[in-house]
């Protein structure tokens, strides 16, 4: 069974950074694309970035290129997000995921490429 455990969440003004946490445990963490998404209130949740399983790719969401960046430490079983620059509709619930396949890294933007997921962490930028 995976458990993925989200941190880092919290309170910043607009313009502040913040580094989300998600640390992995269970199935064979290096072997699994990871992902982030976010879901504020009364709407959908949505792909924020995405690293592949080796780590040499990256996707991200056109909302926050330039942004954010996403990144993994398998020797920690954590994977990261950087936020820089946050704007009030960043604020969400961020969520981690796993890969469903391992050693593969199949549309990464999609949720239903996610089979483990978080409890998810408050992000809430004031303006």
């Known amino acids: 069974q995976v458990q993925l455990v989200e941190s880092g969440g919290g309170l910043v003004q607009a313009g502040g950074s913040l580094r989300l946490s998600c640390a992995a445990s269970?199935?064979?963490?290096?072997?699994?694309?990871m992902g982030w998404f976010r879901q504020a209130p009364g709407k959908e949740r949505e792909f924020v970035a995405a690293?592949?399983?080796?780590?040499?790719?990256?996707y991200y969401a056109d909302f926050v290129k330039g942004r954010f960046t996403i990144s993994r430490d398998n020797a920690k079983n954590t994977v990261y997000l950087q936020m820089n620059s946050l704007k009030p509709e960043d604020t969400a619930v961020y969520y981690c995921?796993?890969?469903?396949?391992?050693?593969?890294?199949?549309?990464?933007?999609?949720?239903?490429?996610?089979?483990?997921w978080g409890q998810g962490t408050q992000v809430t930028v004031s303006s």
């Open positions: 269970g199935r064979s963490f290096s072997m699994a694309a």
């Open positions: 690293i592949s399983w080796s780590g040499g790719n990256t």
């Open positions: 995921a796993q890969g469903r396949y391992l050693r593969r890294d199949y549309s990464l933007t999609s949720r239903d490429a996610y089979d483990y």
